[in-house]
């Protein structure tokens, strides 16, 4: 039995290990593709880093940093193996994975962590018109074929959606000899870090269409991509006459969002909050079901890979607590709601049975605002307020609470209020 699994080798998972191991736990981490890192190794551009480092990598060198650590520490892991399933019987989980070095193999563990990224929506997860052809793919599946295994994916490029790595591969693949012709948000502001807007599209002379989508799509005999039509939406997102426009591309990469990867938690009675799409936690990252953590993209999905190691060292310290039994529950919890103007939280359980001196709460606003106070209430009493300059969905916002503040029966409400 082991004490510890990790699934996922990302950054979040890299970070839970380390943690945990130099916590004196005995952890194995299992990775499906062949080398740690995640969703980093196709990162290669540099904006990692900044806030944990204090200084701009690249997604690899940033993986690598943790990579090196962790081969160091002689941490346990397998690579090329793929977990299927999670079951909870008694007091401990058992994991089913399969790998072509040993084939399906099942493992006990006291505790598990989730740590297994996100997935990208996909053109089945929108309503896109028209036809069904080859060159529209997601845009971090073009990202992978570029940077990972060398392929161009087109010469005439057209992206729906300014979610970060849409912008990331409008530049990529404008430095790779293609013509960008312009990115459609159907928002009318961007879902994109402001740097990436400026140092992706403006530099490069991109056009951005704001509050605009794709209407049609249209191939020619060999069914590739010949042009698509976008068009001006109006604030109920439908498309407005007279404002189509046609560009003639072979390739439409779809940037449309990211969504937690909670595969695996299907068998496994979890409660999940419909604003993240995944498993709903208390402030130890733990799931409604004991032993089961969760963090990184597969929690909810960070902008930053900052955020995702900070947020994973602290999962590391919780489970290793828990396996210390210093995370006994005696009932007393409260909810963490998200109130006017706030997308979602997380974590949504405060639980009072045992108090680090900082609640520490993540959640992301649902519209672009300025001049903003961040203010969480019990019980109709202000208990925290902080200033904002501005808020844009496209970051996620993090806020420190003192727990000797709250009471333990009434819900926390955040919400953010223009001034
Ligand atoms: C295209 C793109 C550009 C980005 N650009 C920036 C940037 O410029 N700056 C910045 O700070 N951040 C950036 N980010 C954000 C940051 O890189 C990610 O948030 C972070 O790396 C996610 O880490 P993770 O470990 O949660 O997920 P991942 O890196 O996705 O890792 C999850 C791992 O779990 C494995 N896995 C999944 N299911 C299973 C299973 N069943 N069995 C075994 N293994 C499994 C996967 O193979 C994967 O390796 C970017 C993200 C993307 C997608």
Redesign the pocket.
């Given at each position: 039995m082991r004490e510890i699994v990790v699934?996922?080798?990302?950054?979040?998972?890299?970070a839970v290990a380390l943690e945990t191991k130099k916590r004196g736990r005995d952890v194995l981490l299992?990775?499906?593709?062949e080398d740690?890192?995640?969703?980093?190794n196709?990162?290669i551009?540099?904006?990692?880093?900044?806030e944990v480092f204090e200084e701009e990598y690249t997604?690899p060198e940033?993986?690598n940093k943790y990579i090196e650590e962790f081969l160091k520490l002689d941490i346990d892991y397998h690579l090329n193996?793929?977990?299927?399933k999670i079951e909870k019987t008694n007091n401990y989980f058992e994991i089913t994975?399969s790998s072509k070095a040993r084939g399906i193999e099942k493992i006990k563990a006291k505790a598990v962590v989730i740590?297994?990224?996100?997935y990208e929506r996909s053109r089945g997860s929108i309503i896109m018109p028209g036809e069904r052809p080859y060159g529209v793919i997601t845009?971090?599946s073009a990202?992978r074929y570029l940077n990972i295994d060398g392929y161009m994916v087109g010469k005439r490029v057209f992206i729906l959606g300014s979610g970060?790595?849409g912008l990331?591969?409008a530049r990529r693949m404008f430095l790779e000899g293609a013509k960008v012709l312009g990115v459609a948000e159907i928002m009318p502001y961007s879902n994109g870090?402001t740097r990436?807007i400026v140092q992706c599209l403006d530099d490069f002379d991109i056009p951005l269409y704001l509050s605009h989508t794709v209407t049609d799509v249209k191939s020619g005999e060999s069914n590739r991509l010949e042009s698509i039509v976008i068009q001006k939406v109006d604030e109920n997102f439908n498309p407005i006459e007279n404002t189509a426009k046609v560009f003639e591309v072979d390739t439409l990469l779809l940037s449309i969002g990211?969504i937690p990867?909670i595969?695996?938690l299907d068998n496994l009675e979890v409660v999940v909050d419909s604003l993240t799409k995944s498993a709903k936690i208390n402030q130890a990252y733990e799931t409604s079901v004991r032993g089961l953590f969760i963090?990184?993209?597969?929690?909810q999905?960070?902008?930053?890979?900052?955020?995702?190691t900070l947020e994973?060292i602290r999962a590391g310290k919780c489970v290793s607590d828990y396996l210390e039994k210093k995370l006994e529950k005696n009932n007393e919890s409260i909810d963490i709601i998200p109130g006017k103007n706030v997308g979602y939280v997380t974590p949504q359980v405060l639980d009072f049975s045992w108090s680090p001196k900082e609640l520490i709460i993540s959640f992301r606003g649902k519209k672009k605002m300025e001049k903003t106070k961040i203010k969480v209430f019990q019980n109709n009493e202000l208990v925290f307020e902080k200033f904002k300059q501005f808020i844009v969905p496209a970051e996620m916002e993090t806020i420190k609470l003192d727990y000797s503040k709250l009471n333990k029966f009434d819900e926390l409400g955040i919400s953010l209020e223009e001034l």
């Open positions: 699934i996922g080798g990302g950054a979040s998972g890299l299992i990775e499906r593709e740690l890192g995640g969703i980093l196709q990162c551009h540099n904006g990692f880093g900044l997604g940033y993986a193996t793929t977990v299927l994975m740590s297994t990224g996100s845009a971090g990202q970060d790595i990331i591969m870090l990436n990211l990867d595969a695996l963090c990184g993209n597969s929690l999905v960070h902008d930053l890979v900052d955020n995702v994973s």
